[in-house]
């Protein structure tokens, strides 16, 4: 009868043990002294109202993707003992780590803007190579007209026809102006 009422208070012993070690406060990621001096232990950041100073321990930077629920028996652990701050959603503190979730977003927002400046810069480098082309396309049929090279154009009806000496000085007038204008 003894030896079977030590097996029991060894087997008693060893459950009580790991019921212990595995239901430890330091599991937990965030670790704080409330206003009452007490330490809180929690998975979720401490109420903005805690100073960064009593702040005991933080979550490593490779915090869980998938934060427990909103309620329950830890949410109920990490209030403190004042009922106004226990009943109002305090927001996160604003020197606390962000969350994988904040993180990822603002990776997001990095790569979006990104994409959106170079598509701009891309935008402005084909209009910047459009107006090169268009300035020499001027500049070379400014050469033509003043180089006196008899100059055609087709009309509507798809005839070839000779710049007059009158055409020829409006088409110089025009082609000046566009390169003024476009070539700056």
């Known amino acids: 009868m003894l030896a079977s009422c030590n097996v029991l208070r060894i ?3 060893a459950a009580i043990l790991a019921a212990g070690l595995t239901s430890t406060p330091s599991q937990a990621q965030w670790a704080w002294k409330d206003n009452n001096g007490r330490v809180v232990y929690s998975d979720r950041p401490p109420p903005t109202d805690i100073k960064a100073t009593n ?5 490593s930077t ?3 993707a998938n934060p427990a629920p909103a309620s329950g028996p830890l949410e109920d652990a990490t209030k403190s003992a004042d009922p106004k701050s226990a009943d109002a959603k305090a927001p996160p503190a604003a020197n606390a780590p962000k969350t994988v979730a904040e993180r990822e977003m603002e990776f997001r927002k990095r790569q979006q803007e990104r994409a959106d400046s170079e598509k701009k810069s891309s935008e402005e480098q084909a209009k910047s190579a459009a107006k090169t082309a268009e300035c020499d396309r001027a500049r070379g049929y400014m050469k033509s007209l003043e180089d006196g090279v008899r100059v055609t154009r087709t009309d509507a009806a798809g005839n070839r026809e000779f710049l007059n000496d009158e055409q020829r000085a409006a088409e110089t007038d025009r082609t000046r102006k566009i390169i003024q204008s476009t070539c700056g």
């Open 62 to 64: 490779q915090a869980s």
């Open 11 to 13: 087997t008693l012993v």
């Open 55 to 59: 702040i005991i321990r933080q979550p």
